[in-house]
C-alpha cells in the first residue's frame, strides 16, 4: 500500500506519515529531506542554490547520510530546500530514489507531489493542511521547544513565503491530486488528525 501525503509545510504532515506509517508497519519517507540535503551540499560548496546545473549535480551525488544531517532545518536550509525543488532536473534526478523506496514494500511518503508525480496510482492520498496561522504557531512552536529564538511573525511570513514558491512553480506545484481526500488541522491535534486519516484509510481500503 502506498499512502501519498501532500500539503503546505507545518501542516501535520509528517506527524501524520510517521504515524500512519508505524500502525501499518510501512517505512516512511519524508521526502522535503532530499530536497533539504540537495540544498544544504550546494551551500556547503559555496554555490547558488537557485543555479540548475550546480543543484542537479548535488541531487544527483546525494547519500543517505546528506538527509540524516542536523543542520537541514532553518530558515537558511528553508530557503535553499524551496529554490532546489523549483529546478526540474532535480525533481527527475530524486524521482527513482522516490518510486523505488515505494516500490517493493509499501510506503508512506509526505511532500508535495506524492499524489500527483510520484505516486499518481497511490491507493490512498491525503492533502493535509491548515490555516497559515495556524502553521506560523506550529513552526514557531517547534523551534521554541528545539531552543531556537524565533519571531512568530517573521515565522509565519516565511512560511507564507515558501507556499507561494511552492505554489507558483512550474515544476510539479504543490497541488492536491483530484482524487485525494483533504484533512484540514487547524482545528485538529495529532490524535484527530490521525482518527481522520485512518477512516479515510478503512473508506480507500475496504
Ligand atoms: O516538507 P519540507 O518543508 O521539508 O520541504 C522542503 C522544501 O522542499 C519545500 O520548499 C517544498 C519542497 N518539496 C517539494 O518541492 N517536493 C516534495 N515532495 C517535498 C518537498
Redesign the pocket.
Known amino acids: 500500500m502506498i499512502i501519498a501525503i501532500?500539503g503546505p509545510?507545518?501542516a501535520g504532515?509528517?506527524t501524520l506519515a510517521r504515524r500512519l506509517a508505524a500502525h501499518f508497519k510501512l517505512p516512511y519517507l519524508?521526502?522535503?529531506?532530499?530536497?533539504?540535503a540537495t540544498?544544504r551540499r550546494v551551500l556547503d560548496a559555496g554555490g547558488d542554490p537557485s543555479d540548475p546545473a550546480v543543484a542537479e549535480s548535488a541531487a544527483r551525488s546525494l547519500s543517505a547520510e546528506d538527509t540524516q544531517r542536523s543542520d537541514?532545518?532553518g530558515p537558511e536550509?528553508?530557503?535553499a530546500?524551496?529554490?532546489?525543488?523549483?529546478i526540474p532536473a532535480v525533481?527527475a534526478a530524486?524521482l527513482d530514489f522516490?518510486r523505488s523506496f515505494g516500490r517493493t514494500h509499501g510506503a508512506v511518503?509526505?511532500?508535495?507531489?506524492?499524489g500527483t508525480?510520484?505516486f499518481p496510482d497511490a491507493e490512498v492520498k491525503l492533502y493535509v493542511t491548515a490555516s497559515a496561522e495556524a502553521r506560523g504557531m506550529r513552526r514557531w512552536k517547534e523551534l521554541q521547544a528545539r531552543g531556537v529564538e524565533a519571531d512568530l511573525a517573521t515565522v509565519t511570513t516565511e512560511i507564507r513565503e515558501?507556499?507561494e514558491?511552492?505554489l507558483a512553480?512550474s515544476?510539479?506545484?504543490?497541488m492536491a491530486a483530484p482524487d485525494a481526500t483533504r484533512i484540514d488541522t487547524t482545528e485538529l491535534d495529532a490524535d484527530a488528525a490521525f482518527a481522520r486519516a485512518m477512516e479515510i484509510v478503512g473508506a480507500k481500503t475496504k
Open positions: 501532500d509545510a507545518a504532515k509528517g519524508d521526502t522535503g529531506l532530499l530536497y533539504r540544498g537541514l532545518r536550509a528553508d530557503r530546500a524551496s529554490q532546489v525543488a523549483s525533481r530524486l522516490q511518503l509526505d511532500g508535495r507531489d506524492i508525480v510520484i515558501r507556499d514558491a511552492d512553480r515544476a510539479a506545484p504543490l
